[in-house]
């Protein structure tokens, strides 16, 4: 009943844009803050944005000025617009609702999408 599920992920190359989705189920998007984390091969999964009920915003450095985050309260659904990509931006991309604690913590997001891979070629 509650779920989350990415779509938009693909390959693109460098400079190039991408967006990607978020579909929200049941309770998820009640919560004040949603946001997009990141893992890559080897690498821990990582904050890149997250954007509150009412439209605050806040971004990873490696990211601001190229993505932006956004969300439509009543669609319950979660945005990332991604532009200037870099091959380094390549991961699998995570949609998750915040419960409580620092919204740059992975561990105060209590719900988690399955993922959709961004690679991005040079």
């Known amino acids: 009943q509650e779920q989350l599920v990415e779509s938009g992920g693909g390959l693109v190359q460098a400079g190039g844009s991408l967006r990607l989705s978020c579909a929200a189920s049941g309770r998820t998007f009640n919560g004040n803050f949603m946001g997009w984390f990141r893992q890559a091969p080897g690498k821990e999964r990582e904050f890149v944005a997250t954007v509150g009920w009412g439209g605050s915003t806040y ?7 190229r993505f932006t985050i956004s969300r439509d309260n009543a669609k319950t659904t979660l945005y990332l617009q991604m532009s200037s990509l870099k091959p380094g931006d390549s991961a699998v991309y995570y949609c998750a609702a915040h419960g409580s604690g620092s919204v740059y913590l992975r561990s105060s997001y209590v719900y988690w999408g399955q993922g959709t891979q961004v690679t991005v070629s040079s």
Request: a neutral charge; zero cysteines; glycine letters at 14%.
């Open 59 to 65: 971004y990873a450095e490696v990211v601001k000025g």
